[in-house]
């Protein structure tokens, strides 16, 4: 079978999101889902899989079942008796977004818990991504299986893309994700960190020396700046590729997920990084002009094809 498949692993949470007075809407989010969104809408011909855990609670089902209604399916991911999603909360401040979560025994942190399942879901698939929240979730034998089994996905010939998207919060220590993280990179073709994170998790000085670092490890290298220009890393040169300002943002959520999403649509599309980039910062500026971390697929095609 030709490798033509997307499959993204992390967790869904459930999203609540727009309050108004005492009343929120319920959606489903989270880093890795919002870029398999980006992804899926900008690559239709493709099918697309989330690789996690879910439970057997009303809220699973009824998330796997927008997943399907999307065209997104789950693979062989496992569905386990009396777990449920993990639950976070958006507020705002202006544009600006504070989270607040709930996700101590969601389901996705047993999402390496069947090797054999995991393992399948990423066969015959063109590319494979996941980030450092993935990692954060599972504890240290769990993240060894998933890079394992994602080391021989790319053995297989998939493509493998990865975000570090360091939250210290998600992890026991700065020295354990910096050492999960280098683990990761070890497997990666496409590495796509934002700096902030990149300074605050390994102190680089400047975009160019987390570039710079990465470079010697991964292939291509995407580093995200928010407003600033996305600096890429790639055959042995680096150049910069201006975001699109936004004047008015409604929502920042997602806005990096989505970036990812627009520049692997890209890629695997077969266009140069530097094209790749400047779809992707079309994307993300269209998401920040709606709320929640998912933008309709009308909204992600129509920034994409400008």
């Known amino acids: 079978m030709a490798a033509n498949g997307i499959a993204s692993i992390g967790e869904c949470m459930l999203e609540l999101s727009g309050q108004s007075g005492p009343n929120w809407r319920m959606g489903f989010a989270g880093d890795t889902f919002n870029t398999l969104w980006a992804l899926h809408a900008l690559s239709p011909e493709r099918p697309a899989i989330y690789v996690s855990a879910f439970g057997d609670d009303p809220f699973s089902r009824d998330q796997i079942d927008f997943f399907a209604q999307n065209g997104i399916g789950i693979g062989n991911s496992p569905i386990i008796a009396g777990a449920r999603p993990g639950l976070y909360a958006i ?98 073709d496409i590495a796509l960190p934002t700096f902030p994170d990149e300074q605050m998790l390994f102190g680089d000085a400047t975009p160019e020396a987390t570039a710079e670092r990465l470079g010697k490890l991964v292939g291509e290298v995407v580093v995200k700046n928010g407003e600033q220009p996305a600096l890429i890393a790639a055959s042995g040169a680096q150049q910069t590729v201006g975001a699109v300002h936004v004047a008015a943002p409604v929502d920042t959520t997602g806005a990096g997920d989505s970036f990812n999403g627009g520049y692997l649509a890209a890629r ?34 129509g920034a994409f094809d400008i």
């Open 268 to 301: 695997i599309a077969g266009h140069a990084p530097a094209d790749a980039a400047r779809r992707a910062h079309r994307v993300a500026a269209a998401v920040v002009q709606v709320r929640g971390a998912l933008a309709p697929f009308e909204t992600l095609r």
């Open 91 to 188: 507020t705002l401040t202006g544009a600006e977004r504070a989270f607040t979560y709930w996700r101590s025994d969601a389901a996705a942190r047993q999402l390496a818990s069947d090797p054999a399942a995991l393992a399948k879901s990423l066969e015959n698939q063109a590319l494979v991504y996941f980030s450092g929240i993935t990692l954060a979730i599972l504890e240290g034998p769990a993240r060894k299986t998933l890079l394992e089994a994602v080391a021989k996905a790319r053995a297989a010939g998939s493509l493998v893309a990865f975000d570090p998207n360091y939250r210290p919060r998600l992890w026991p220590s700065r020295e354990t994700a910096q050492a999960a993280i280098l683990e990761a990179l070890a497997v990666t």
